[in-house]
C-alpha cells in the first residue's frame, strides 16, 4: 500500500464512520462495463462541496488490490450488482490530487517532476526489475504493461488546478495538457481514468489533447447526474431522520436541476444544516462572494440586468456552446452565466436553456456580491423590502404602491413595458418576503393563473398568505375583481380566512403605481 499507488481504503473508511454518509456506490456499477474500453476516459465536473473527493476515495477502496475491501462494500449498494466481484479489489490504482502537488511546487515544470517521480519510487517498490531507472512515468508504465499486460486504475482529483489558479498562465497549463495527453491518450495501460474538477475540459483554446474524455458537467450531467450532490428524495430521507423540516431545506439548498435526476443538493450545505439544526448560508464556508462579485460586474451588455432578473425570480435564456471552459476567456454575457453555473452560483434548466438562481443560500451570496458591488440602487430596493412587506400585511395600499414606485426606479434597468416586466420588480420590492413565503409565479387557479402567490412556508403558517394580481395601464380594482371572477382563491383553499387579495397597476401616463389590497373573509 502506498501513498499514490494503491492508497487503500482509509480515507473512504472515513466517510463511512462519518455521522452523516449518503451510499452513492451504484457509481461504480456505471464504471465497470467501460474498463478496459474505448470509453475508459471519464470526467466528472462540478462545484465545490459536491462530493467530488469522496467519490474518487470510494473508487480507491474499492478497485485497488493491496487489500480485501469486501467487508465495508458488502452492505453497500454496489454488492448486489452482477460486477461487483468482478473487479472488487482487482487493479492496480493510482490516485493523484493536483491541488496537492502544484501547491508544494512553484512551477508546472517542478510539479510534473515531483508527481513523477512520487509515483515511479512506488512503482519501483513492486516492480524494481522493470522500473529500474526510468524518469518518465509514461514510459515505466508502458514497460510494466508490455511485462505484464497489467492495467492502472487512474483517480485524478482538482484535475483542473492549475485553470483555476493560474488563469492566465497558458504556457504552463499547456505543458500541463500535453503531460496528462502524454500520459493517458491511447494509452492500453489505462484500464479506467477518472478525472474531477470544476470546469469541463475539451475547449483550453485549440488544445484538444485530452479529446478523448466523456464529460459529465452541470450544463450535460447525464448518467452522472445522481452521483455527485444529495438527491431530492436522499435529502428527504435525512430531514426525516433528523427531525428537519425537507421543506425548509428545499428552500435553502434545492434547484441545481440535473436532466433526469429532477434536483440536486449540495452535500456540505444539506450536512452542516442537519448537524448544526440550523438553516443558514454555509456556502461562505468554502468560497467568497469576492470571486461571484467580480464576475457579475464585467462590462458584457445585459449582464447586470440579467443578474437583477434572476435576483427577482426570473430564468434567463443562455447559450452555453460558445463557452472555452476557462476562466479568463470570458467574451460574452452567455459566457459568464455559464462560468457561473459550472461554478454552482446559477442552477440550469437544460430543456429550456435557462439560467436562474438555484435557492436561499446561493441568493444571499448574490446580495452580498451585489452590496460589495456597490449596486446601491438595488441594495436600497432589497433593504426597503421587509418595511414593504410590513405595509402589505397592514393593507396600506398607498404605502405598497409607494414602495413599489421605489423599487421601479431601483431597477429602472430592466426594460418595464409589460405586465411581466412588471412582475419582475414586484418580486424584487417583496424580496424579504422568502423568509415567510414560497413564491409562485402563475399559479394554476380556477378560471386561470394567478400572476405571483406568496404561500406562508411551515414554519410562518400565522401570516397571510397573498395572492397578487397585475395590471398594466388599467385598474387596480380591476384586478381584485379578476381574482373574484376567475376564483383565483379555490387553489389557497387551506388559507381561507387568511388570505390578502392584492391588485397592482402601473400607470404609464403618470409613471405611478396603485395598489388595492382586500382580505377574504370565510363565507
Partial sequence: MGVYLNPGSSKFRISLRSEIYVDKSALIGELNPVIDTENRFVCVSRPRRFGKTMAANML????????????????????NNPSYKQHLNQHMVIQLNMQSFYSENDSVIEMLADLQAEVIDELKEIYPQI???IKSLPRAMEKIYAKTSQTFIILIDEWDCLFRVNKNDTDSQEKYLDFLRNWLKDKSYVGLAYMTGILPIKKYGTHSALNMFDEYSMISPGIMAEYAGFTEDETRELCGRYGMDFEEMKTWYNGYSLDAVLSVYSPQSVITSLLSKKYDMYWNRTETYEALKTYIQMNFDGLKDSVVEMLAGGNIRVNTTRFSNDMTTLVTK???LTLLVHLGYLGYNSFTNTVFIPNKEV??????????????????????????????????????????????????????????????????????????????RELPSGKGFADICFIPRPNHTDKPAIMIELKWDKAAIGAIAQIKNRKYVESLEAYWGNILLVGINYDKRKKTHECTIEKLMKD
Fill in 131 to 133: 522500473v529500474k531507472e
Fill in 60 to 79: 480507491a477502496a474499492y478497485y485497488g488490490n493491496s487489500e480485501d475491501t469486501d467487508e465495508i462494500f458488502t452492505d453497500l449498494i454496489i454488492s
Fill in 363 to 440: 441568493s444571499g451570496e448574490f446580495v452580498n456580491a451585489i452590496e460589495g458591488a456597490h449596486w446601491d440602487e438595488i441594495m436600497r430596493s432589497i433593504k426597503a423590502s421587509e418595511q414593504l412587506l410590513q405595509s402589505l400585511w397592514n393593507m396600506d395600499g398607498e404605502a405598497v404602491a409607494a414602495g413599489v414606485d421605489n423599487a421601479h426606479l431601483s431597477t429602472s434597468i430592466l426594460q418595464y413595458n409589460d405586465e411581466n416586466a412588471l412582475s419582475y420588480t414586484i418580486s424584487l420590492a417583496f424580496y424579504s418576503s422568502r423568509e415567510y413565503y414560497t413564491t409562485i
Fill in 334 to 336: 452567455d459566457d459568464v
